[in-house]
């Protein structure tokens, strides 16, 4: 079965590795195989990156669209997560969830757990943006 995206004017989107915008009006893409998708609010850019869980999910975002790198994103991931553990035991739950999914390869599924954590940092870290 086809994904169906539809995207406003400017959206953009990532699709197999490659950046997408959109033009001036709104337009609909079909994905007719299984490629990594990533919607522009789910997009990370590296320059926005500023906190320790930021950059775990960036290491996500990385291993689900760069699969060819998957590995090298992998180990960078798991020293990110020990490095916050470490920092911050009280996140040990969010990230054992996000670890479940990334253990069992839904690095999509990892990632939207990983809004969770984003989340949780805010509330631990109100200063954080």
Request: charged share 25%; net charge negative; glycine share 6%.
């Amino acid at each position: 079965m086809a994904l169906r995206l539809t995207l406003r004017p400017h959206e953009r989107v990532i699709v197999g590795g490659a950046v997408i915008r959109n033009g001036e009006s709104r337009c609909e893409l079909l994905i007719e195989n299984e490629v990594p998708v990533l919607r522009e609010p789910d997009i990370l850019s590296p320059s926005a990156v500023h906190t320790p869980c930021e950059r775990i999910y960036l290491a996500l975002q990385l291993m689900y669209v760069d699969q060819e790198r998957s590995a090298q994103h992998q180990v960078t991931y798991e020293e990110l997560v020990s490095e916050v553990l470490q920092a911050a035991p009280s996140l040990g739950p969010s990230l054992q969830a996000i670890e479940d999914q990334v253990g069992a390869g839904r690095i999509y599924q990892a990632l939207k757990g990983a809004h969770g954590l984003l989340h949780r940092e805010r509330e631990l870290v109100p200063d954080v943006q």
